[in-house]
């Protein structure tokens, strides 16, 4: 059975750095992209960027280059996403989602993490 | 970057009733589409990819159209289970994704 199991609630300061997960279970990890998506409160999905842990190549929506950073452990078949120094407006719920290939070309995320929960408060 | 709009953004419908919701593409994408369904507290759940292919498992009750610019979710005969919001996602730019505002679906 395919799972993504992703790393416990967070409560930060402004300014503090912070690392959550995504682990991988079920299929190969090295195969398919993992995506990260932002779901601010009451809003909608941000697709944030991706990484394809077989050869760890990233991308990243304009949007949130440089605000964050993905990263993968092929080893223990995690994915990260971490921030340098948050600010309060991360504050939201983050999903991982694998992203499915098929034969025809056509890519969705079909298996989506249960979601962490980020607050940045003062 | 590829806009998506859909609408409406929110619709209010009766147990029943058929129910469409349009994503618009702000230049062509052919069928790079899917279609998430997200309730609240969960996580979204695809249901519908290459713009009209339903996922394994979802009901037959869901159906998606549409090619290029303008694309169609129709859910048949809403039942209690399916209100929610509804999110579109273009899949142009390999292994790019961007989503539209989403649609939230409540009850009349």
């Known amino acids: 059975e395919v799972q993504l199991v992703q790393s416990g609630a967070e409560v930060k300061k402004p300014g503090e750095s912070l690392k959550i997960s995504c682990k991988g279970s079920g299929y190969s990890f090295t195969s398919y992209w993992i995506g990260w998506v932002r779901q601010m409160p009451g809003k909608g999905l941000e697709w944030m960027g991706i990484?394809?842990?077989?050869?760890?190549?990233?991308r990243y929506s304009p949007s949130f280059q440089g605000q964050v950073t993905i990263s993968a452990d092929k080893s223990i078949s995690t994915a990260y996403l971490q921030w340098s120094s948050l600010k309060a407006s991360d504050t939201a719920m983050y999903y991982c989602?694998?992203?499915?290939?098929?034969?025809?070309?056509?890519?969705?995320?079909?298996?989506w993490g249960q979601g962490t929960l980020v607050t940045v408060s003062s | 970057d590829i806009q998506l709009t859909q609408s409406p953004s929110f619709l209010s419908a009766s147990v029943g009733d058929r129910v469409t919701i349009t994503c618009r593409a702000s230049q062509g994408i052919s069928s790079y589409l899917a279609w998430y369904q997200q309730k609240p507290g969960k996580a979204p759940k695809l249901l519908i990819y290459a713009a009209s292919t339903l996922q394994s498992g979802v009901p037959s009750r869901f159906s998606g159209s549409g090619s290029g610019t303008e694309f169609t979710l129709t859910i048949s005969s809403l039942q209690p289970e399916d209100f929610a919001t509804y999110y579109c996602?273009?899949?142009?730019?390999?292994?790019?994704?961007?989503f539209g505002q989403g649609t939230k679906v409540e009850i009349k």
């Open positions: 989602a694998r992203q499915f290939l098929d034969s025809s070309g056509y890519f969705y995320f079909d298996y």
């Open positions: 990484i394809y842990p077989g050869d760890s190549d990233t």
């Open positions: 996602q273009q899949l142009n730019s390999y292994p790019r994704g961007t």
